[in-house]
C-alpha cells in the first residue's frame, strides 16, 4: 500500500521544490544568487528529509539531479526532427557569399534579417519535455539518432526539470549546447593531472568526455552549463522567429545565447560579427565562433537542408589564437604520482588576449616527435584550447645554438633516479617522499572530489609544507589553530576556516577516501567499484589482487596498483593512525551482501557453443544479471561449457583444457541450485 501522504507535507514538497528550482535558475542560468549556500543546503536537506521519510518525490524535484547508478550502456534515441550540422565561413567574404545565396535562392534584394549567436564549443544536446516536463535527453549522433544521456543532463542545474510557462507545450524538443567554463575546463583537467589521467584537449572534448558517462554521478560533478538555442519538433506551441522562441526560452527559464542579435542586412550582420569576436575574449567560456542565423521560420522553411547542413545558417569562424615565440628553456615538473611532465617557458608574448609565457610538452615523445630545441622559435595555439600549445617549430629560423632537452636520469625536485616503465610514456620518480609528489598528493586528498577540505589548496599546501606543518596524509589531523596563527599570512578566522573544515572532512565516504588516497591509476570511478565491493577500508588491507580482480570493469594494471598499495605497512599504518584522530569512513555506496544473495553465478565464467533454445544474447545477459561472466572463447579460466545443438570447435578446446561442458537444462538446474543456497 501507498504510504499516507499529508496534504500539508505535500504542499511543503511542493513549496520547496518549486523554491529551490527558483534559486538553481538564480545560480546556475541568470549567475546572481539570492541566497547564500547555507540557506541553500538548509532547504535542500528539509526535502530530502521529507521525500525519504514519506516517499513522495516530484519529478522536478531538484534531489533528482545528483545522479543515479551506472548504466551498462546507453540506449538509442531517434531524433524526430533531425539534428543538423552547420557549415563554416572563414572570412567577411564568405560571410557575404552567404548572404547572397540565400537572397538569391529566396529571389529577392531585399534585406534578409539574421540571428548572431556564440558558437558554444561543447556538445550538442536535445531535450524532450512532454507537458512541460523533462523525459528525455539525448546527444546528436549521427543527426538522426543519438544516445540517451538523460540521467547525465538530469545533473546540469541550468536545464529546466519543468516548463510551467503557460501555454504549457505539450510536446518540444529544445536543443542547445552543453559545455564547460573555461575556469572548471582548466580545474579539472589540474586534477586529473594530478591523478595521473590524461588532460583533456579542449572544453568541448572536456564537456563531451564528462556528458558521455555512464556513471552519471560523475556527470554530477563537472560543472556543466547548458545553453538552448534552437527547435526541433513541436506540438501545441508554435513560433514565427528565432529570436521569438529565444524570448520564449529565456521566459522559460532557459539559458540562452549571450550577446543574442538580431540584425538586419549584411552589413549590419558583419559588425555584430566583429562585436562578438572582441567580446569574446571576456566569455566565461570557450566560442570559436559566431552562429548566423535566418531569423524568420517561413523563410528558413522556403530555404531547406542541403545533404547535412542548412541553407538559412553557417558559422563563422573565428581565427584561432595564435603566436610566435622562443623557447627560453625546457622543465620538467613532477606531479602526485611523481610522473615527470616537460614543459617550456618562452618569451612572454600575448596571444588572443592573454599572455603566455609557458606551456606543457606533455610528455618527452612529443618533444622529440616535433623535434622541440631549447632556443627554437616556435608558433603556440590558443585555439579551443584553452590551455596553450606548441604547434610547431619553425625550423628556418634555428641557428645552430639550440640544445636537445635531454629525458632527466634524476627528478628536478629531490635528485633521485627515475624509472621509466616498459612500455610507458611516462617517466617517474621512484622517491615516494619526494617533496614534490608529497605536496600534490596532499592537495589531492585535500581537493573537492576527495575529503573536500577547503582552504588546502595549492598555496596553502606548499606554505604548511614549507614550514613543517605538513610532511604526509596524516599531518593534516594534527594542525592546530595555534600553529596557523603562527603563520603571516592566518588571522583568527581564516585559521578556524581551515580547522573547522578538517574537522567536517573526518566524516566522509569510502569511495572519496579511497579516491584521495591517489593510488596509481585509481580515479574516482575505480574508486566507486572498490566502495561498492568492500564494505570498509580494513577489507582492502593486504588485499590479494585476483580478489579486486572479480570487479568486472578492473583490469590488471590496477588491481596490481591497489593491491600493492595494500600491502604496504606504512600505507596501513598511516590510515589507522587518521583513525585516531576522528576519520570516520561511511560506506553508503557499499552493496555487497545484496549483490552476493543477488549474483547465485559470481565468479563463474560461462561460455555457449551450438544453438540453444534461447537466443544466445538473452542466456549471456541473464548470466550476467546473476553476476556471472560470459565470454566468447574457452580457457583455462572457463568453468563451463554450455553445449547446444550442432557445438563448434569450442568443444574440442574445451575437452583439451579439461573445461566442464553441460548441456542447457543442466546449465538452468545448476542455477536453481545455487540460487538456493
Ligand atoms: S544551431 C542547423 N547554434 O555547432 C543548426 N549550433 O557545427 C545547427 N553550436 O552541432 C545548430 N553553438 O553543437 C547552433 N548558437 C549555436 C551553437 C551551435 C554551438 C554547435 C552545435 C552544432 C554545431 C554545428
Redesign the pocket.
Known sequence: MEPHVPEEIKEEIKRLVDEINYHNYRYYALDSPVISDEEYDKLFRRLKELEEKYGYVLPDSPTQRVGAPPLEKFEKVRHREP????D?AFSYEEVEEFDERVKRFLKTDRPIEYTV????????IEVTYENGLFKVAST?GDGYEGEDVTLNIKTVKSVPLRIDLEPVPEEIDI???V?MDIEEFERLNKERERNGEPPFANPRNAAAGSVRQLDSSITAKRRLHF?A??LGFSKGISFKTQSEFIKWLQEAKFPT?RNFRVVKGVKELIDAIKEMESLRRDFPFE?D?A?I?VNDFELQRALGIKTR??R??I?YKFPAHQGQTRIIDIKASVGRTGVLTPYAIFEPVRIGGVTVSRSTLHNFDEIKRKDIRIGDYVIVERAGDVIPHVIGVIKEKRTGTERVFPIPSECPECGSKVRREEGEVAVRCVNINCPAQVIERIIHFASRNALNIEGLGEKNVELFYSMGLLKNLTDIFRLKKEDLLKLPRFKEKSASNIIEAIEKSKNTTLSRFIFGLGILHVGEYVAKLLAKRFRKIEDLYYVEKEKILEIKQIGEKIAESVSDFFHREENIRAIEEMKKMGLKIENPEYEGEERERKSPLLGLTFVITGRLPEERSKVEEFIESLGGRASSSVSKKTDYLIVGEDPGSKLEKAKELGVKTITYEEFKRLVDELSKR
Open positions: 539534428m543538423l550540422s552547420l563554416n549567436e556564440p558558437k558554444y564549443d561543447g556538445l550538442a546528436r536543443r542547445g549546447e559545455y545553453v538555442y534552437g545565447p566560442a565562433g552562429v542565423k547542413e542548412p538559412w545558417a558559422a
